[in-house]
T-cell receptor
Framework: GAGVSQSPSNKVTEKGKDVELRCDPI?????LYWYRQRLGQGLEFLIY????????KSGLPSDRFSAERTGESVSTLTIQRTQQEDSAVYLC???????????FGSGTRLTVV | GIQVEQSPPDLILQEGANSTLRCNFS?????LQWFHQNPWGQLINLFY???GTKQNGRLSATTVATERYSLLYISSSQTTDSGVYFC????????FGAGTRLTVKP
């Protein structure tokens, strides 16, 4: 597509439920990144996918967080047993190669109540 | 991991003024980007600038990789320049600074 697409744009969930966030990168972009941004804060790196290589998961904050990517297309970020501190905007970006210029999606605003 | 420091944290300007934002980083990198996050939260890539100088309209950026800093210049600021400016550095995946919050008053 023309840009990076994220869905849903907003998600309200009850504490303890699982959520799935989706990212559709720009077609042809081999690299995909997930970041988290809490209110009024900077961006916190979560995970990086590059082609068919093993992902860099070093930023995932706990084992409740996981992400998958099918080839060089869609990625899904899953948060299990959500907690209130998971409330944030989750941003996805893609780039043509690892280390290239990023294009960000509009984000998913997650609220855990 | 790599440390990224941005200054100033907050900046208030009158429309038409010029400004310089700074990004210092703690290690050698081969990727540095500047982003603008508008008041609606959208992040826009301003520059991909691991070294050298680039200009785009009223904005320009310079990175001195050997001294581990980058500067973003905004000239003749407009109210639409308001928002948060982030510097991000790294190799493949990037680490973001805390940002400079710019407010341009009419």
């Amino acid at each position: 597509g023309a840009g990076v697409s994220q869905s849903p744009s907003n998600k309200v969930t009850e504490k303890g439920k699982d959520v799935e966030l989706r990212c559709d990168p720009i077609s042809g972009h081999t690299a995909l990144y997930w970041y988290r941004q809490r209110l009024g804060q900077g961006l916190e790196f979560l995970i990086y996918f590059q082609g068919n290589s093993a992902p860099d998961k070093s930023g995932l904050p706990s084992d409740r967080f996981s992400a998958e990517r099918t080839g060089e297309s869609v990625s899904t970020l899953t948060i299990q047993r959500t907690q209130q501190e998971d409330s944030a905007v989750y941003l996805c970006a893609s780039s043509m190669t690892g280390g290239g210029g990023y294009t960000f999606g509009s984000g998913t605003r997650l609220t855990v109540v | 991991g790599i440390q990224v420091e941005q200054s100033p944290p907050d900046l208030i300007l009158q429309e038409g003024a010029n400004s310089t934002l700074r990004c210092n980083f703690s290690d050698s990198v081969n990727n540095l980007q500047w982003f603008h996050q508008n008041p609606w939260g959208q992040l826009i890539n301003l520059f991909y600038i691991p070294s050298g100088t680039k200009q785009n309209g009223r904005l320009s950026a310079t990175t001195v990789a050997t001294e581990r800093y980058s500067l973003l210049y905004i000239s003749s600021s407009q109210t639409t320049d308001s928002g948060v400016y982030f510097c991000a550095v790294g190799s493949n995946d990037m680490r973001f600074g805390a940002g400079t919050r710019l407010t341009v008053k009419p």
